[in-house]
């Protein structure tokens, strides 16, 4: 995907999340290799949200896992940065936007992507 498509598609997922009632603390959050498309909050704790988009091809949305080391890795890092949210539940979430044409688009919200158990929910 090109790249001015794909930061389209990032700012049409921080839209949705906005219009979703997240307050977006951050965007493109990294630490070391690890990146997060936004850390927002839902007034009950923080997501991490890991997005992912494609153009429509014929293969569908995109299926993204969350990948539980990095989220980990982040939450540790970014909760270390800001101990003011050290004491709420944390999450990941993965938003895949399939990319139909310039103004249009299918969009999926998986919340909390990472079981209890330590799965990923996705392939």
Do not use: Q
């Amino acid at each position: 995907m090109k790249r001015k498509t794909k930061k389209r598609a990032m700012a049409a997922i921080g839209r949705y999340l906005e219009l979703k009632g997240y307050k977006i603390l951050e965007e493109g959050w990294s630490h070391g290799g690890d990146t997060a498309g936004y850390i927002v909050t839902d007034g009950y704790g923080l997501a991490f949200v890991f997005g992912d988009a494609a153009r429509n091809a014929g293969e569908g949305i995109p299926d993204r896992a969350a990948d539980r080391k990095a989220f980990e890795r982040l939450a540790a890092a970014y909760l270390t940065e800001h101990p003011e949210h050290a004491d709420c539940p944390v999450r990941a979430d993965v938003v895949a936007l399939l990319v139909l044409s310039d103004n249009r688009a299918i969009l999926r919200h998986h919340v909390n992507a990472i079981d209890a158990c330590g799965l990923d929910l996705l392939p």
